[in-house]
């Protein structure tokens, strides 16, 4: 069957660290992964895309890598707040599956001070 | 823009009424999509609409729930009759196509069904 998996335990991490945020899958053939950032009682809201044919995309603090042989993406911020405490969520656009988006369940990231 | 519009924010009913959930895309996106969220199943895709018309529509959980898109800028959720079970937030996101379908989301509908 097809799975998305993020770790449902919660990350914490200090002040000024970089966070990792794993994102595995089984069964699929995607083109796109992209992240979302998810806040209490809010939508998520798009952070990062990348492609199939990417290895690793940059915006600001925030990297994501694809691999796709090993079927990960990583997603990592860079000097960590308290502001990026957040839970994060990665998605997936299957290739030749229109521009239907599935999402993973989600990982809880608190920056501690 | 305002961005995605859904109402009602909140919703309390009881077991057995009908349910009626909004969304205002953002104008100018041509898909729409509905998800379900709960602390268990995450994020879940209910169905979405390309140009007005539906998709896929295979993770309407039952004929109990249905949706509708009479044009670009309006698409509801309904639930009849609705359950305790059905109690989530129902998120509407709306994107561009063609493109990669990066999706902007509305704050989201909670609904509690008692």
């Known amino acids: 069957s097809q799975k998305i998996e993020q770790n449902s335990e919660a990350l914490n991490i200090q002040e000024g660290k970089t966070a990792t945020l794993t994102c595995n899958y089984t069964?699929?053939?995607?083109?796109?992964l992209q992240w979302y950032r998810q806040d209490p009682g809010r939508g998520p809201v798009f952070l990062l895309l990348i492609r199939e044919n990417e290895k690793e995309k940059r915006k600001e603090r925030l990297k994501v890598t694809f691999d796709t042989t090993l079927k990960q993406s990583l997603f990592h911020i860079t000097a960590s707040q308290p502001a990026d405490s957040a839970t994060y969520l990665c998605a997936l656009v299957l290739t030749g599956g229109g521009n239907k988006l599935t999402f993973g369940t989600g990982t809880q990231l608190k920056v501690e001070l | 823009d305002a961005g995605v519009i859904q109402s009602p924010r909140h919703e309390v009913t009881e077991m057995g009424q009908e349910v009626t959930l909004r969304c205002k895309p953002i104008s100018g996106h041509n898909s729409l999509f509905w998800y379900r969220q709960t602390m268990m199943r995450g994020l879940e895709l209910l169905i979405y609409?390309?140009?007005?018309?539906?998709?896929?529509d295979s993770g309407m959980p039952e004929d109990r729930f249905s949706a509708k898109m009479p044009n670009a800028s309006f698409s509801t959720l309904k639930i009849q009759p609705s359950e305790p079970r059905d109690s989530a937030v129902y998120f509407c996101?709306?994107?561009?196509?063609?493109?990669?379908?990066?999706?902007?989301f509305g704050a989201g509908s909670r609904l509690t069904v008692l």
């Open positions: 069964n699929y053939s995607p083109a796109y």
């Open positions: 609409f390309n140009n007005n018309v539906p998709i896929d």
């Open positions: 996101a709306s994107g561009p196509i063609p493109g990669a379908n990066v999706l902007t």
